[in-house]
């Protein structure tokens, strides 16, 4: 399986599919942070959120690498249809650390944030609460890439409007306010969190959110990649 999940990893690059993702996470970062300075925490938030879409659509063109037949005889070598199902999820969150990697970094490159006044201390503990709230947006965002994945939605204008449409219902109805917060990952909740500073209850809730809905969509995807091949 780690060999199935490096060869896809090393697919997704080596074909140059990697690089409109890149683009597409450094241009959405670089408004964002282009307005001038913000707290990190804040603004760790708001990258999470609008990254959102990105990681979706970068695991979609990991997984849609692959020709079908190709994925089928990947089926056959991993031994079983779980084995194959997973190292693709695997890539697809390897190559998902990376682009979070870049939106850690990218702000203090760019001096999109303010310094914490407690020192370095602070800097890095926000920098690691930046890295939780990035992992929070990422699981839900692999998991809609798979609902969009050719292998599931069996055409291109299939997989763009399920993309889509998670997407925007994952912002609509994730306001403040909205009747039904929980049939959506918490983007928008958590974004609110890092901006109030609400305490570790409401971190431990958004977590558990976080990863009882990716779980959810994942059982989803799984089952449809079982039964669709």
Not at 105 to 110: D, E, G, I, K, T
Not at 169 to 189: D, E
Request: proline share 5%.
């Amino acid at each position: 399986m780690i060999a199935l999940t490096g060869m896809r990893l090393r697919a997704f690059v080596r074909t140059g599919r990697s690089v409109a993702p890149l683009i597409a996470a450094l241009a959405v970062l670089s408004v964002l942070y282009g307005g001038g300075r913000a707290e990190a925490g804040e603004a760790y938030g708001a990258s999470a959120l609008i990254l959102f879409p990105v990681l979706a659509w970068q695991t979609k063109i990991l997984l849609d690498v692959e020709p079908d037949v190709q994925r089928r005889l990947a089926r056959v070598a991993a031994g079983s249809a779980g084995r194959e199902i997973t190292a693709g999820l695997l890539a697809a969150a390897v190559a998902g650390l990376g682009t979070i990697a870049i939106a850690l970094a990218l702000p203090w490159l760019v001096q999109g944030v303010k310094p914490d006044p407690g020192g370095l201390g602070g800097d890095v503990a926000a920098v690691a609460l930046g890295f939780g709230v990035h992992l929070l947006a990422l699981l839900p965002a692999v998991a809609l890439g798979g609902l969009a994945c050719r292998a599931v939605t069996r055409s291109a204008g299939n997989g763009v409007a399920v993309l889509v449409t998670g997407a925007v219902l994952a912002i609509v109805l994730g306001l403040q306010g909205s009747p039904v917060p929980w049939l959506v990952p918490p983007l928008m909740a958590t974004a609110r969190f890092t901006a109030s500073g609400s305490g570790a209850a409401t971190a431990l809730w958004l977590t558990v959110h976080a990863f009882l809905w990716s779980g959810a969509a994942l059982a989803v995807y799984s089952r449809l990649r079982r039964t669709r091949a």
